[in-house]
């Protein structure tokens, strides 16, 4: 059973362009959360998701950010006009249901504003 | 809102020797989840142990094992017979279910464990 793929694992984007950071959760698993990891800090929330709906996204800033998770393919946390603030490590977590409160994460994708 | 305070940035033990990590928490919440996670140099975030709060019980994963007081909102990692594999930063994580339904982990800034040879 795959575990829960990121991709890319890095990304370099200048300042101003969009960044593109997609989630295959585990097999049968139809939740995804995403954290980001700053520099020397711990994982912050940013948005939870099920399959065509966002549960909570009570984490993620205001603007630039959008997360979406289609009915088909993974889930995609979109950065618009990125700042070198946004560089950061990005990780997707998956759970099978609403109800369980496990949560299994990807690798992360690093990304990197030059 | 909820915090996590890990009060060692760094700390070092001897192959083989026993080291305890320090966490605590702050919550007004009577039912939660408390846990472990490892991070090594590859960066993937790895669960060590979880706790129930409703479980009196302290939590055991073979080396790994957890003193959870409740009362003192504290929640440590001991790990027994340090192997050179358990070098790594080490994440202390308070669960609760939101009004909006999800659950949100809340991550301490970490310990980074150095196992000496």
């Known amino acids: 059973n795959a575990g829960v793929m990121q991709n890319p694992r890095h990304l370099v984007r200048r300042r101003g362009q969009e960044a593109r950071l997609r989630c295959s959760p585990m097999k049968g698993h139809s939740h995804v959360y995403w954290y980001r990891q700053l520099p020397e800090e711990g994982l912050k929330f940013m948005v939870y998701l099920q399959k065509e709906n966002i549960i909570d996204e009570s984490g993620m800033p205001k603007e630039r950010f959008s997360a979406e998770f289609p009915k088909e393919g993974p889930s995609i946390l979109r950065i618009q006009q990125v700042v070198r603030g946004d560089s950061a490590a990005y990780f997707c977590?998956?759970?099978?249901?609403?109800?369980?409160?496990?949560?299994?994460f990807g690798p992360g994708t690093r990304l990197t504003v030059t | 809102a909820q915090t996590v305070t890990q009060s060692q940035p760094e700390m070092s033990v001897q192959e083989a020797e026993t080291v305890t990590l320090s966490c605590t928490y702050d919550?007004?919440?009577?039912?939660?989840?408390l846990f472990w996670y490892k991070q090594p140099p590859s960066r993937q975030m790895i669960l060590v142990i979880r706790?129930?709060?409703?479980?009196?019980q302290n939590a055991t994963e073979n080396r790994f094992s957890v003193n959870f007081q409740k009362a003192a909102k504290s929640f440590s990692l001991k790990i027994s017979d340090s192997q050179l594999g358990d070098t790594a930063m080490y994440f202390c994580a308070f669960m609760k279910q939101t009004g909006a339904g999800s659950y949100q982990l809340t991550f301490g800034k970490g310990t980074k464990l150095s196992v000496i040879p």
């Open positions: 706790q129930e709060a409703y479980k009196q």
């Open positions: 919550t007004s919440e009577n039912n939660y989840y």
């Open positions: 977590a998956s759970s099978p249901d609403r109800n369980y409160y496990e949560q299994y």
